[in-house]
């Protein structure tokens, strides 16, 4: 069974910083392409990073590049997020999930909430 | 940017109607799009990919068409558990975007 567990966030205040892992399990984590993509309280979706199996190509969204840093350690099974100089804006639900065979996101994990605020 | 321009922001429909909801993309994205549900307090779970496909383990009443620019999900046979809100997604080029949702309940 794909899973994709996330981990932490919490509250921080703005301008710090603040890393966030996804742990997967039940796939050839090293064969897929992965994603951050977040959601503001009560608001959509909006895509955030990409990163391929094996790291070569790295994506971001304006709204966090240059701050944001996506990567992964295949041999841990895990992604990551480190995010910098946090703005209230960035307070959101982080979901990691897999860019399947589909080539679109097939699974998500159950996201991880990030509280920028003083 | 490419925008995807999603409605009807929300609606109300009653069990074993069809409802249809629309994504209008700002440029050509070919197959480039596809169609998530979230329910209340869960993640997104993929419905239809690649404009037309249906997902894995996604009930048939789940159907994706394509005119053009404009992406169209059809739900036949709604019933109670199809609550939720309703995402398009285009990952036809860097930032991949969402449209804004469609809120759908049950009467």
């Known amino acids: 069974e794909v899973q994709l567990v996330e981990s932490g966030g919490g509250l921080v205040q703005p301008g710090r910083s603040l890393k966030l892992s996804c742990l997967a399990s039940g796939f050839t984590f090293s064969n897929y392409g992965m994603n951050w993509i977040r959601q503001a309280p009560g608001k959509g979706l909006e895509w955030v990073a990409s990163i391929s199996s094996s790291s070569s190509y790295i994506y971001y969204a304006d709204t966090v590049k240059g701050r944001f840093t996506i990567s992964r350690d295949n041999a841990k099974n895990t992604l990551y997020l480190q995010m910098t100089s946090l703005r209230s804006e960035d307070t959101a639900l982080y979901y990691c999930?897999?860019?399947?065979?589909?080539?679109?996101?097939?699974?998500w994990g159950q996201g991880v909430m990030v509280t920028v605020s003083s | 940017d490419i925008q995807m321009t999603q409605s009807p922001a929300s609606l109300s429909a009653s069990p074993e109607e069809i409802v249809t909801i629309t994504c209008q993309a700002s440029?050509?994205?070919?197959?480039?799009l596809a169609w998530y549900q979230q329910k209340p307090g869960k993640s997104p779970q993929l419905l239809i990919y690649s404009a037309t496909s249906l997902a894995d383990g996604i009930p048939s009443r789940f159907s994706g068409s394509r005119s053009g620019t404009q992406y169209s999900l059809k739900i036949s046979r709604l019933q109670v558990e199809d609550t939720g809100i309703y995402y398009c997604l285009q990952r036809y080029s860097n930032p991949w975007t969402f449209g804004g949702g469609t809120k759908l309940e049950l009467k």
């Open positions: 440029q050509d994205i070919g197959n480039w």
């Open positions: 999930a897999r860019r399947g065979t589909t080539t679109f996101f097939d699974y």
